[in-house]
């Protein structure tokens, strides 16, 4: 685990005060992939930017192969399986520069979403149609200026898609074959409520081991997180034995 121990119980402990918002913990996960950023710099990435960094710390972390579970829609099989944190990384390769689309008499100019965008629209009334607004940088239609807001549906939805199709890390699907019935079921992965969930049962473990080892030889948590797993493992094995 390269990122320093401490450093991540803090993340954990800022993101578990938070009261579970996605946003926030989102900019917190990325600041412990880039260190060095400021949070105006964070909030400004892209988002398929943003979780191919995410996805490149959890292999850090916890490993390359991560398991993920589905439910066939066909049969209710419930599946489990695999795959590399790399294989979404090498697809990682988002469009630079605003991006451009023209349908139903718009022409609409815009850019990719960033995490910033993503927690500005967080409760927003429609997050999407929000989100939408807040990417594009210019509308015409018939040759006048329009307002972002005014998009209809089915142009929203073209520049939604338009989006997802020049930043692919920012929406990754992932599909597979049940063996029960052959479906083709397909499931989302949001690498940030994953990635959560394996810090937060992490943190649990290490503060229980903080708390016996504690117990049993009167160490501050400093000094305890100081120990390499191995030599803590064998304390802990010490502390069950006696």
């Known amino acids: 685990m390269s990122v320093e121990q401490a450093a991540l119980l803090a993340i954990w402990e800022a993101g578990a005060a938070a009261g579970g918002s996605s946003a926030h913990r989102a900019l917190l996960l990325h600041s412990a992939a880039r260190p060095a950023a400021g949070p105006d710099e964070l909030r400004s990435v892209p988002v398929g930017e943003r979780d191919a960094d995410l996805y490149a710390l959890r292999s850090r972390l916890f490993g390359e192969r991560m398991e993920v579970r589905v439910t066939c829609e066909s049969c209710a099989e419930e599946m489990e399986f695999g795959f590399g944190t790399g294989e979404v990384i090498r697809a990682a390769a988002p469009v630079t520069g605003p991006l451009e689309i023209e349908a139903d008499g718009w022409s609409v100019r815009f850019r990719l979403p960033t995490t910033g965008d993503l927690a500005a629209v967080e409760d927003a009334a429609d997050p999407r149609a929000a989100l ?111």
């Open 132 to 242: 939408v607004a807040r990417c594009v940088l210019e509308a015409v239609r018939a040759g006048k200026p329009a307002a972002p807001d005014r998009l209809p549906e089915r142009v929203r939805r073209l520049v939604a898609r338009t989006a997802a199709e020049a930043d692919p890390c920012a929406d990754v699907t992932l599909k597979v074959e049940c063996p029960q019935c052959g479906h083709q079921a397909s499931a989302e992965l949001d690498i940030v409520s994953y990635l959560w969930a394996e810090l937060d049962a992490w943190a649990r473990g290490i503060l229980l081991d903080i708390h016996l080892l504690a117990s049993a030889y009167g160490w501050s948590e400093p000094e305890i997180l100081a120990l390499s797993p191995l030599r803590r493992r064998y304390y802990l094995e010490l502390c069950a034995d006696a």
